[in-house]
């Protein structure tokens, strides 16, 4: 019989609440603009999203970091990764992005993690990435012509993507 200790239990509990909600991101985003503008609709989910960080704030005694640096790499986190990505992110979709492409251009973003990141670059490995970038690219295009998506909507992809590359970056640098 396999018994899971509590704390794998929980760590299975929240790593699946975490798939489930960020992988119906796109649907709830999508559904949301069509009954809302996108800056209407970031508003109503900030503040939702607020009101369950203040109640879970005690509930589970999280603490918000110290002042100083720890404090300003949280505010610069939150402004690009949680601020820039999802604006651009619901303003790609508002210029008729479709939720499949917006999520194969964010397939890049592993790879332009490691670029800017490795200290060492061996030509083996960038190759293997250049590679996978090209390989990408030719599975995006296509579908990029055929859908007829504005230039605005795939730019606003692409700042979603430097976005959430350089918001994640924003503590190891």
Known sequence: MFVLSKKTALAAASTSLFVLLWSSGAIFSKWGLAHASPFAFLLIRFTI???????????LKLKRPKGGKPMLYA???GVVLLGAYQI??????DLKVTPGVIATIMGVQPILTVVIM????????LFGLALGLAGLIMVVYQGIGLA??????????????????FGSEVNVV
């Open 49 to 59: 999203a607020l009101c369950g960080l203040l109640l879970l704030m005690p509930l």
């Open 75 to 77: 505010m610069a986190t």
């Open 88 to 93: 651009f992110y619901l303003l790609a979709l």
């Open 118 to 125: 490795e200290r060492q670059r061996s030509i083996s490995r």
């Open 148 to 165: 007829g998506m504005s230039l605005a909507g795939m730019l606003f992809g692409l700042l979603a993507l430097a976005s959430m590359t």
